[in-house]
């Protein structure tokens, strides 16, 4: 366990939320798994959109005589609620997804949630949710990689339980 706020790698909290949105970053963070679920109870509507990705915590500049950035990394699980109007594509499959931004575009007179625009590297997804919950799973990890092996992450999972 760890007390938060965690100095090393920045991070203030476990948990975020889209009120948030302004002050995060998801370039080249890592998609480990997607999943598209239904609420337990008869919550409309019922769809959820879970991603299992790494966040990148904060990029750290290379130390002098040093040429390559060390990156702090959590698992995380990025969750939109009541998610709809879900489209996308999916590139090769043999390659590694990783977000290169994800927008928001306010929602409209005709549409009450805003428009989420997942893109990445080799996908490309759109959706409609009201907002999103985003789970740091783990303590952040000081690595020389943009990604968390799966030993570092414990695995895929789509728990939505911060790290305490």
Request: hydrophobic content about 40%; aromatic content about 10%.
């Amino acid at each position: 366990m760890i007390d938060l706020p965690h100095g090393p790698s920045g991070l203030s909290r476990a948990t975020w939320t889209d009120a948030d949105f302004a002050t995060m970053g998801w370039h080249d963070c890592r998609i480990h798994a997607i999943s598209i679920s239904e609420h337990d109870d008869n919550t409309l509507p019922p769809a959820r959109l879970l991603l299992d990705l790494d966040y990148i915590v904060r990029w750290v500049e290379p130390a002098p005589g040093e040429k390559h950035f060390t990156f702090w990394i959590s698992p995380a699980t990025l969750v939109f609620d009541g998610a709809w109007d879900v489209s996308g594509q999916l590139g090769p499959m043999h390659e590694a997804m990783e977000i290169a931004d994800i927008h928001r575009l306010e929602a409209t007179a005709d549409n009450a949630d805003p428009l989420w625009h997942i893109e990445g590297q080799n996908f490309d997804l759109r959706l409609r949710a009201a907002g999103y919950t985003q789970f740091l799973r783990l303590q952040p990890q000081h690595v020389s990689r943009q990604v968390l092996t799966a030993a570092e992450r414990l695995g895929t999972s789509f728990a939505e339980q911060p790290f305490s």
